[in-house]
Each structure stands twice: as structure tokens, then as C-alpha cells.
């Protein structure tokens, strides 16, 4: 009878233990995400790459959603709040405006994971970006380099005041005054993310600047609009523009001899995915890096197609 007892208690305690253990992977897992407007060609490649990386996982239930705007975000994080998830992907739009809601999301006890811009505050579980600084680092470096330090630069802006803009710009501006002194920023504009404002902000600096050297664009697309700028003005002095991103349109000007589209310094929207694999990683119980800082890479026509299958 005591051998029975103990064979009894033994089975129960494995079937007791062998359901704690799928209760995280079952399809009773939820994990919700969170993205911004699919308003660009970047945000449209990110959400098919987190599309695609959701498949794998058929036994977690996936909620996928792009807000328009900060306030239709917090919103909808409002309302994931309670609904049980048992982690959230955030891709914060506005990194200020989104702590309250996200920190209390964070200390309702759901895990939280920042998807590609920073949140102005360190409390959350996890968090994989790229590397905005290094990135304007790269570029100051490349344009110094090609125009043997002495130049005056014009900068399009990508959303002042966001963590994105901040990090592309800083990184950019300390560089040249550290290693190119003789490389000024004469004329910056905040040309967002679209090729629209691009071109808007670039004819605005042609009209103020008769001598441009070069062009420091903080996106691709703002570049493209910005290019069409230089182009349609006739201009000759400027004998550079950089961008930022990795977008295929890019790429097809840096193949062009005769463009002046130098290069893109870029990481790609497939941190998407990455994201998705960390929130799975997270509610099976391993443990995750805090800060995973995706780093930027420098693509001009001497290496661009080893790039292009993961461009967007």
C-alpha cells in the first residue's frame, strides 16, 4: 500500500508539473503587439517581418495592431492592460508620452519589450534597437573622410525631439567636432520620415544656403524627397547625400555612377522578428539581455549587394 501511495503521489506530481510547464506555450499564451502607422516603406516591412515571425509560433495567440498616433497607441495599450497578456511588444511612438502606460503595464507584472525606439524609461523587461549614434558616427566619419574634413553640411532632421532623431543627430554632430573641425552644419530642418517633407525641407535649404557641400539625411525616405530637391534646383555644389535606413529605392541610386547618393547607413526592420522570438523566449521562463543594440551598418555601392535580399 506504501508502494502504491508513493507510485500515486509520484505521477501526480509529474502530470502537475508537465502542465505548469505547457501552460506558457500553449495556446493559451497571449502575447499582444503594439507597432506605429504602416505609413512608410520601413513600418510596412516590420509588421510583415513580425507577420511572418508570428507564423512560427502557432501555439501562442498573437495580437498584432498599428496605431495611427500616440494617442490611439496608449489606447490600445489602455486597453491590453487588462486583458491578460502575458507579454507586450511596444514600438513607442512617442517615448515620453508613453512611460505611464507603459510602466504600468511593466509593473502590473506582464512583460514588456521595446521594439526599435527607446522609452524614456528604464523600466521595462527588455528592450532591441539599433544603434542611432554609431550610425550618425558612421556617417560623419564617411563624409569626412570623402571630402577631406573641410565642408559645410546641411542635416535632415527625422522627428525632432524623438530618441531616433536625437541619437542620428548627436552622434553625427559630436563627430565632426571632435574629429572634423572644419566641417560645418549650416542649415538643419526637420524633414520627419517621408520623401514629401524631405523635398519641402530641401528646397527651403537650398533657397538659404548658396553653398552646400554635402547632405547628412536621418532617413531614406526624407533623402529620396531631399535628392529630388538638388536635382529639380539644377545645384552643382552639392556633391553628397547620405540617408539612413536601407531602403531598396537607396540602393538603386548608390548602383548609379553618376548619382550623388553616397551611402545609407542602416539597420533593417528584420529586429521585428528578433522581438517576437525574445517575447516567446520570455513567456517560456528564459531569461532575455536587457538592451540588445542592433549595430549600424555603412552601405554604399562597394557592398550593397550583399544587403539586398534583407533591404525594404
Known sequence: ???????????????????MQNTRSDVSSRIAVVLGPANTTWYIRLRQIVDQATIRHPNINWTVRN?????EQIGMLTAFK??????????????FRLVPIAEDIYYSGTPTIILSRRLASPNYTALITGDNFGGGVNAARLLGERLDGAG????????????VDAGRFNGFFETLQLEFPDMRIVGQGDAGVTRATGLSVMNSLLAEHSNITAVYAQDDEAALGALAAINNS??????YITGFGGTRAVFDFLMDDTSIFLASMSYFPSM?????????????GMEVPKETIISSQIIGDWNLRGYWDIAY
Open 152 to 163: 559645410n553640411i546641411v542635416v535632415l532632421r527625422s522627428t525632432i525631439g524623438s530618441p
Open 67 to 71: 496605431a495611427r498616433d500616440i494617442d
Open 1 to 19: 500500500m506504501r508502494f502504491f501511495f508513493v507510485v500515486c503521489i509520484s505521477l501526480c506530481v509529474l502530470v502537475s508539473c508537465g502542465r
Open 272 to 284: 521585428g522578428a528578433d522581438a517576437v522570438e525574445m517575447a516567446v523566449s520570455i513567456v517560456m
Open 82 to 95: 487588462y486583458e491578460q497578456f502575458d507579454a507586450i511588444i511596444i514600438m513607442p511612438l512617442e517615448s
Open 234 to 239: 539644377g545645384r552643382r555644389d552639392i556633391r
